[in-house]
């Protein structure tokens, strides 16, 4: 699987867009992008994945430059709830699940 | 998304005990289910890899002799740490999928050792 790298923290404030990016330069055709967030003392929930269109959910939106080195996670209107670490991952579809979890961003949402 | 249930959610042992811990997968059927091991203010490691009616997969340096993983049906995947002593002590996470699905996770389990 592609290495990703993430910024290791990140503050938005309430009720503003979150922007979280991941650099992926080495993903292959094949890989698709997988989002997730681990609450402190959880499990990680799966946010989105995608694999060269931009892809939007109930929870969130994922924006996959055009040469897919590299995406950004959109939460649209960040809430207290939302302070996590996100982890990007690369990964092809059969491969999914088996993941390398890097360090992740620690995203923390300031009232 | 998907449910994946993991059971129990904490558990404290006696060092030199076994444990087990359940994940199950409740509204669908998990060909792939995925054990995981979280210390302290680090990063999710993944210790191995069970298809439905196969034996598991490690990853290197996991000891599967100490980590038994039983993936009997498709919805349900047993991790047993056996004879454990405290540096076991961590938080274990499932995860389990359908074939080239997104996979989904468990609550975790904390496992101490005392």
């Known amino acids: 699987d592609a290495k990703t790298t993430q910024p290791p923290s990140m503050d938005c404030a309430e009720g503003r867009a979150a922007n979280l990016p991941c650099n992926h330069s080495t993903i292959s055709g094949n890989e698709y992008v997988y989002w997730y967030r681990q609450i402190h003392s959880q499990g990680p929930q799966y946010i989105i994945h995608g694999l060269k269109n931009n892809e939007t959910n109930e929870m969130a939106s994922l924006i996959i430059t055009e040469d897919r080195k590299s995406s950004t996670l959109i939460l649209p209107h960040a809430t207290l709830r939302d302070t996590a670490v996100y982890y990007c991952i690369v990964s092809t579809n059969t491969n999914a699940g088996k993941s390398t979890f890097g360090d992740g961003t620690t995203l923390t949402v300031k009232p | 998304g998907a449910v994946v249930s993991q059971h129990p959610s904490r558990v404290i042992c006696k060092s030199g005990t076994s444990v087990k811990i359940e994940c199950r997968s409740l509204?669908?059927?998990?060909?792939?289910m995925f054990w995981y091991r979280q210390f302290p203010k680090q990063s999710l490691m993944l210790m191995a890899t069970s298809n439905e009616g196969s034996k598991a997969t490690y990853e290197q340096g996991v000891e599967k002799d100490k980590f038994l993983i039983n993936h009997a049906s498709l919805t349900l995947s047993t991790l047993t740490v056996t004879s454990a002593h405290p540096e076991d002590s961590s938080f274990y996470i499932c995860?389990?999928?359908?074939?080239?699905?997104?996979?989904?996770f468990g609550q975790g389990t904390r496992l101490t050792v005392v």
């Open positions: 509204d669908f059927q998990a060909t792939t």
């Open positions: 995860s389990a999928r359908e074939r080239y699905t997104e996979a989904f």
